[in-house]
Protein backbone atom coordinates (compact mmCIF):
# COMPACT_ATOMS: atom_id res chain seq x y z
CA UNK A 1 0.00 0.00 0.00
CA UNK A 2 2.86 2.13 0.76
CA UNK A 3 3.69 2.46 -2.78
CA UNK A 4 0.34 3.52 -4.50
CA UNK A 5 0.42 7.02 -3.47
CA UNK A 6 4.07 7.12 -4.90
CA UNK A 7 2.82 5.76 -8.17
CA UNK A 8 -0.15 8.16 -7.63
CA UNK A 9 1.86 10.82 -7.24
CA UNK A 10 4.22 9.86 -9.93
CA UNK A 11 1.47 9.42 -12.58
CA UNK A 12 -0.39 13.19 -11.90
CA UNK A 13 3.32 14.38 -12.50
CA UNK A 14 3.66 12.97 -15.41
CA UNK A 15 0.33 14.29 -16.68
CA UNK A 16 0.90 17.95 -15.63
CA UNK A 17 4.20 17.17 -18.11
CA UNK A 18 2.31 16.23 -20.90
CA UNK A 19 -0.94 19.16 -20.20
CA UNK A 20 2.50 22.10 -20.02
CA UNK A 21 4.38 20.46 -23.55
CA UNK A 22 0.65 20.46 -25.07
CA UNK A 23 0.54 16.63 -25.73
CA UNK A 24 -3.07 16.90 -23.66
CA UNK A 25 -5.32 19.61 -25.57
CA UNK A 26 -7.90 22.08 -23.38
CA UNK A 27 -10.87 20.30 -24.45
CA UNK A 28 -9.43 17.23 -25.63
CA UNK A 29 -11.35 13.65 -24.63
CA UNK A 30 -9.05 10.83 -23.51
CA UNK A 31 -9.42 7.80 -22.10
CA UNK A 32 -7.61 6.59 -18.57
CA UNK A 33 -6.24 3.65 -20.10
CA UNK A 34 -5.02 5.92 -23.16
CA UNK A 35 -3.94 8.13 -20.27
CA UNK A 36 -1.83 5.01 -19.17
CA UNK A 37 -0.09 4.62 -22.21
CA UNK A 38 0.93 8.46 -22.51
CA UNK A 39 2.34 8.50 -19.29
CA UNK A 40 3.98 4.92 -18.83
CA UNK A 41 2.10 4.27 -15.92
CA UNK A 42 -0.10 2.02 -14.84
CA UNK A 43 -3.99 1.70 -14.52
CA UNK A 44 -4.51 1.88 -11.38
CA UNK A 45 -2.18 4.46 -11.06
CA UNK A 46 -4.20 6.79 -13.49
CA UNK A 47 -7.37 5.67 -11.46
CA UNK A 48 -6.16 6.93 -8.44
CA UNK A 49 -4.93 10.48 -9.78
CA UNK A 50 -8.39 11.21 -11.36
CA UNK A 51 -9.92 12.45 -8.38
CA UNK A 52 -7.30 15.08 -7.51
CA UNK A 53 -7.43 16.28 -11.15
CA UNK A 54 -11.04 16.63 -11.08
CA UNK A 55 -11.20 18.38 -7.66
CA UNK A 56 -8.60 20.58 -9.03
CA UNK A 57 -10.34 21.62 -12.01
CA UNK A 58 -8.06 20.65 -14.55
CA UNK A 59 -10.47 17.40 -15.62
CA UNK A 60 -14.11 16.21 -15.96
CA UNK A 61 -15.34 12.67 -15.98
CA UNK A 62 -17.80 12.93 -18.78
CA UNK A 63 -20.43 9.67 -18.59
CA UNK A 64 -19.69 7.34 -21.53
CA UNK A 65 -17.12 9.60 -23.09
CA UNK A 66 -14.11 9.32 -20.27
CA UNK A 67 -12.04 12.11 -19.33
CA UNK A 68 -12.45 15.91 -20.64
CA UNK A 69 -9.52 18.44 -20.25
CA UNK A 70 -10.43 21.41 -18.96
CA UNK A 71 -11.72 24.16 -21.91
CA UNK A 72 -9.93 27.31 -21.76
CA UNK A 73 -12.73 29.71 -21.83
CA UNK A 74 -13.50 33.18 -20.71
CA UNK A 75 -14.55 32.28 -16.86
CA UNK A 76 -11.25 30.34 -16.94
CA UNK A 77 -8.95 33.59 -18.32
CA UNK A 78 -11.00 35.74 -15.83
CA UNK A 79 -10.58 33.83 -12.48
CA UNK A 80 -7.74 32.13 -13.41
CA UNK A 81 -5.97 35.89 -13.34
CA UNK A 82 -7.95 37.16 -10.91
CA UNK A 83 -6.47 34.96 -8.30
CA UNK A 84 -3.55 35.11 -9.98
CA UNK A 85 -2.61 38.56 -8.69
CA UNK A 86 -4.38 38.54 -5.80
CA UNK A 87 -1.75 35.68 -4.88
CA UNK A 88 1.17 37.04 -6.41
CA UNK A 89 0.69 40.51 -5.28
CA UNK A 90 0.82 39.53 -1.51
CA UNK A 91 4.01 37.24 -2.35
CA UNK A 92 5.88 39.81 -3.59
CA UNK A 93 5.43 42.38 -1.12
CA UNK A 94 6.34 39.22 1.65
CA UNK A 95 9.79 38.67 -0.92
CA UNK A 96 10.63 42.49 -1.26
CA UNK A 97 10.42 43.19 2.83
CA UNK A 98 12.73 39.78 3.46
CA UNK A 99 14.30 38.62 0.89
CA UNK A 100 17.95 38.91 1.25
CA UNK A 101 20.02 40.89 -1.31
CA UNK A 102 21.51 37.66 -2.56
CA UNK A 103 18.31 36.07 -3.67
CA UNK A 104 17.25 39.26 -5.45
CA UNK A 105 20.74 39.43 -7.45
CA UNK A 106 20.27 35.88 -8.40
CA UNK A 107 16.88 36.72 -9.66
CA UNK A 108 18.05 39.65 -11.83
CA UNK A 109 21.46 37.92 -12.79
CA UNK A 110 19.77 35.00 -14.29
CA UNK A 111 17.25 37.58 -16.53
CA UNK A 112 20.77 39.66 -17.23
CA UNK A 113 21.70 36.38 -18.57
CA UNK A 114 18.90 35.59 -20.63
CA UNK A 115 18.26 39.12 -22.16
CA UNK A 116 22.14 39.00 -23.05
CA UNK A 117 21.38 36.12 -25.02
CA UNK A 118 18.18 36.98 -26.50
CA UNK A 119 20.65 40.45 -27.78
CA UNK A 120 22.59 38.01 -29.44
CA UNK A 121 20.25 35.90 -31.09
CA UNK A 122 19.04 33.68 -32.91
CA UNK A 123 16.15 32.82 -30.26
CA UNK A 124 15.29 29.33 -30.95
CA UNK A 125 12.44 26.97 -29.29
CA UNK A 126 14.85 25.64 -27.10
CA UNK A 127 15.98 29.09 -25.57
CA UNK A 128 12.20 30.43 -25.30
CA UNK A 129 11.32 26.81 -23.58
CA UNK A 130 14.35 28.05 -20.77
CA UNK A 131 13.64 31.66 -21.00
CA UNK A 132 9.83 30.22 -19.89
CA UNK A 133 11.57 28.37 -16.91
CA UNK A 134 13.58 32.05 -15.93
CA UNK A 135 9.90 33.67 -16.32
CA UNK A 136 8.18 30.81 -14.14
CA UNK A 137 11.46 30.96 -11.37
CA UNK A 138 10.78 34.03 -10.42
CA UNK A 139 7.27 34.02 -9.95
CA UNK A 140 7.59 30.57 -8.05
CA UNK A 141 10.00 32.10 -5.73
CA UNK A 142 8.22 34.90 -4.43
CA UNK A 143 5.40 32.33 -3.95
CA UNK A 144 7.73 30.55 -1.75
CA UNK A 145 8.51 33.69 0.42
CA UNK A 146 5.19 33.06 2.22
CA UNK A 147 6.38 29.94 3.64
CA UNK A 148 2.80 28.74 3.42
CA UNK A 149 1.91 25.10 1.98
CA UNK A 150 -1.78 26.39 1.36
CA UNK A 151 -0.75 29.64 -0.96
CA UNK A 152 2.58 27.00 -2.42
CA UNK A 153 -0.46 24.45 -3.48
CA UNK A 154 -2.80 27.14 -4.57
CA UNK A 155 0.06 28.70 -6.80
CA UNK A 156 0.37 25.44 -8.39
CA UNK A 157 -2.03 24.46 -9.48
CA UNK A 158 -3.12 28.14 -10.86
CA UNK A 159 0.17 28.45 -12.58
CA UNK A 160 -1.01 24.99 -14.79
CA UNK A 161 -4.13 27.26 -15.26
CA UNK A 162 -2.24 29.80 -16.53
CA UNK A 163 0.27 27.84 -18.36
CA UNK A 164 -2.97 26.09 -20.19
CA UNK A 165 -4.29 30.03 -21.37
CA UNK A 166 -1.15 30.85 -22.61
CA UNK A 167 -0.28 28.17 -24.66
CA UNK A 168 -3.75 27.57 -26.16
CA UNK A 169 -4.21 31.59 -26.62
CA UNK A 170 -0.84 33.01 -27.12
CA UNK A 171 2.20 31.56 -25.95
CA UNK A 172 5.74 33.08 -26.53
CA UNK A 173 6.51 33.69 -29.52
CA UNK A 174 10.18 35.21 -30.34
CA UNK A 175 8.71 38.87 -30.57
CA UNK A 176 6.92 38.99 -27.39
CA UNK A 177 10.10 37.88 -25.73
CA UNK A 178 12.17 41.12 -25.32
CA UNK A 179 8.46 43.16 -23.93
CA UNK A 180 8.28 39.81 -21.21
CA UNK A 181 12.01 40.56 -20.31
CA UNK A 182 11.55 44.33 -19.71
CA UNK A 183 8.16 43.54 -17.93
CA UNK A 184 10.29 41.47 -15.76
CA UNK A 185 13.34 43.57 -15.19
CA UNK A 186 10.74 46.46 -14.20
CA UNK A 187 10.19 44.41 -11.26
CA UNK A 188 13.45 42.70 -10.01
CA UNK A 189 14.98 46.41 -10.57
CA UNK A 190 12.84 48.04 -8.06
CA UNK A 191 13.51 45.37 -5.88
CA UNK A 192 17.15 46.01 -6.33
CA UNK A 193 17.03 49.08 -5.18
CA UNK A 194 14.33 47.77 -2.06
CA UNK A 195 11.47 49.84 -3.34
CA UNK A 196 8.68 47.39 -2.92
CA UNK A 197 5.88 49.70 -3.88
CA UNK A 198 7.55 50.49 -7.55
CA UNK A 199 8.07 46.58 -7.54
CA UNK A 200 4.24 45.63 -6.73
CA UNK A 201 3.08 48.40 -9.61
CA UNK A 202 5.43 46.54 -12.57
CA UNK A 203 4.36 43.23 -11.49
CA UNK A 204 0.94 44.38 -11.11
CA UNK A 205 1.59 46.26 -14.70
CA UNK A 206 3.21 43.17 -16.08
CA UNK A 207 -0.07 40.28 -15.12
CA UNK A 208 -2.40 42.78 -16.44
CA UNK A 209 -0.61 43.17 -20.13
CA UNK A 210 -0.53 38.89 -20.32
CA UNK A 211 -4.30 39.32 -19.15
CA UNK A 212 -4.79 41.52 -21.75
CA UNK A 213 -3.15 39.57 -24.78
CA UNK A 214 -4.82 36.15 -23.28
CA UNK A 215 -8.12 37.64 -23.97
CA UNK A 216 -7.53 40.01 -27.23
CA UNK A 217 -6.45 37.60 -29.02
CA UNK A 218 -9.94 36.16 -30.86
CA UNK A 219 -13.28 34.75 -29.56
CA UNK A 220 -13.71 32.17 -27.46
CA UNK A 221 -15.25 28.98 -28.62
CA UNK A 222 -17.55 28.02 -25.31
CA UNK A 223 -18.46 24.67 -27.72
CA UNK A 224 -15.23 23.31 -28.93
CA UNK A 225 -13.45 19.98 -28.05
CA UNK A 226 -11.18 17.90 -29.01
CA UNK A 227 -11.51 14.24 -29.55
CA UNK A 228 -8.87 11.25 -28.99
CA UNK A 229 -6.51 10.82 -31.95
CA UNK A 230 -7.41 14.20 -33.49
CA UNK A 231 -4.03 15.97 -32.73
Do not use: C
Not at 48 to 57: D, H, I, S, T
Not at 107 to 134: C, H, M, N, S, W
Not at 137 to 147: G, L
Request: without cysteine; proline residues 4%; hydrophobic residues 45%.
Amino acid sequence: MSGQPKLRDQAYQAFTQHLLKRQLLPGQFVSQRELAELTSMSLASIHQMVPRLEAEGLIKVISQRGLQIAHVDLQMVVEAFQLREMVEMTALAEFGRHASPREITTLYDRLQEIKAVAGRGPVTPAFLEEAQAADWEMHDTFIAAMRNRLITDIHRVNSLRIRMILGERIGLPAARLPVALREHEAVLAALVRRDVDAALLALRAHLHSSRRRSLSVGPFDESESVEPGST
